[in-house]
């Protein structure tokens, strides 16, 4: 029997995908992209592929790895280490889940949106704050595009270098056009549109490219990288791996997938051959299980979120919360697919 086929409204959320198009099959996701065309609903690729079967602990280690990577350039590092007193480190849960919210509501609900155009606009007015005391950190078209480009390629990366398949071609042709239009929204220190002052890569394979090379530049050792990077394992570790025994290879999930030149701009050691085989072995194997094993979510991770909210067992994200409050109180009449939270 042919699987139904309801195709996603225009402007819905990723959430929107037919309920009854997902009780078809255990793995709709994979079915779901290779019904769609890459140049027009690149948002619902770029949906499914990254807020349907992601885990709390795949947004915090992701985040912990990523936000390593800040103390690559000495501006990077003394934007968000702030002398001790940012908030990754005096505020780290909320920092982290902030973070990944963001990162969510983005991927929920596309670059068109009115809910991603505001929540990227708190972002924007925060860089211009911080920009103030910190003056030019914020200028360097270079290290958004990297962000972008590595945001847009790193899942697909990493698998490869796992010896997993990597992204299908659909996959790569949404997540380059998801994060080109991500990059449309920001604007650097001088108040220009990013994009008006370094275009992003042509392609999927130049973003890839991109964010290698930014990463094997010859950067100069920056040593307040390594406290604040330290202090976002100790974070990671102390939420998922509290047992002091697992500490060790708790910190090599991270340091493992470090780029090379984090070691020596740090002053770090790389984590013993043993706990990198491991590390390696453990994200390869949840990939694995993931992506040919458990069934697909039926819903994103974001209504996940607020279903739990909503019964009392998790605190409202003040992200979702404050981004669709001000989007209701722009549209009255609509413009978000989700009630409210109060």
Not at 140 to 154: C, G, N, V
Not at 160 to 178: C, D, T, Y
Request: proline letters at 5%; charged letters at 25%.
């Amino acid at each position: 029997m042919q699987e139904q086929q309801t195709p996603v409204a225009q402007g819905a959320s990723a959430a929107a995908v037919s309920t009854d198009f997902i009780r078809t099959s255990r793995k709709w996701i994979r079915k779901r992209i290779e019904q769609l065309d890459p140049y027009v609903d690149y948002q619902e690729i770029w949906a499914l592929s990254y807020i349907y079967n992601v885990t709390d602990f795949d947004l915090h280690w992701q985040y912990t790895v990523d936000n390593s990577h800040l103390g690559m350039t000495t501006w990077g590092a003394d934007a968000a280490y702030r002398d001790g007193t940012g908030a990754m480190i005096v505020q780290a849960e909320q920092r982290t889940t902030n973070t990944n919210d963001h990162m969510l509501l983005w991927a929920e609900h596309g670059p068109d949106s009115p809910v991603t155009k505001q929540a990227i606009d708190i972002v924007n007015k925060q860089h211009v704050k911080w920009a103030k005391h910190y003056k030019g950190s914020f200028s360097h078209s270079e290290d958004y595009i990297f962000l972008f480009s590595a945001a847009a390629t790193a899942e697909h990366t990493l698998k490869r270098s796992l010896g997993l398949p990597g992204w299908s071609e659909k996959q790569k042709i949404a997540a380059h056009r998801f994060w080109c239009g991500i990059a449309e929204l920001f604007t650097v220190e001088s108040g220009e549109v990013l994009t008006d002052v370094e275009p992003m890569p042509k392609t999927f394979e130049e973003c890839a490219a991109y964010a290698q090379a930014y990463s094997e530049r010859p950067w100069p050792e920056n040593p307040i990288g390594a406290p604040f990077t330290e202090e976002l394992i100790k974070q990671f570790l102390e939420a998922w791996f509290p047992q002091q025994a697992l500490r060790p290879f708790g910190r090599a999930l991270i340091t493992t997938f470090f780029a090379p030149s984090l070691f020596r701009i740090y002053g770090m050691k790389q984590p013993h051959w043993a706990l990198q085989s491991l590390a390696r072995g453990f994200v390869r194997a949840r990939f694995i299980y993931r992506d040919y094993i458990r069934a697909d979510e039926k819903e994103p991770i974001t209504e996940r979120h607020r279903r739990l909210v909503a019964k009392g067992r998790a605190t409202a994200s003040r992200i979702d919360t404050t981004v669709h409050r001000a989007v209701g109180k722009q549209n009255p009449g609509g413009g978000c697919p989700h009630a409210r939270i109060n």
